[in-house]
């Protein structure tokens, strides 16, 4: 029974781990800075205010192969934000929305929370149309960012 029990238990934390993956990423053809300069100029072009857009360095020690530096755009979107809080108030807590782009091996990476894994944790019901349009709006933000001119 106990030992049942233990291999429920483990592939209930397995599975719980690999749910909670919820960073959709992409790799930048980018450096760092220029990834962010990219994402902003993109923010630009949307309905986001100029002044909601913030960045932040964290550098984590330069001893370390992982990474070396990570930067993090945040943002807002008023409509948006109004329609998600809207639905359900406590979704707050996600918000502002963010980029977070970083060095890991060499290469440069950038992701977003799926805004999918912020209608599953706070369990918001009657709000697809916003869900799907901050889905759609982080995804052509970050394809127009990594796109290379021919």
Known sequence: ?????????????????????????????????ETVKRVEYNLQKKPVDAGDITKSVNLIGKETSRSDSVMVVSFTD?????????CEPTAVVDLPQKIVVWRENGDVYLGYMDPYFMKKRFLITGCDETIEEMTRRLLKIVKETIRVSE
């Open 1 to 33: 029974m106990r030992r049942a029990l233990l291999v429920i238990l483990s592939t209930f934390a397995v599975y719980s781990s690999i749910q909670a993956q919820s960073l959709t990423v992409f790799r930048s053809p980018w450096t760092i800075s």
């Open 78 to 86: 008023e409509q948006i934000n109004n329609d998600l809080l809207a």
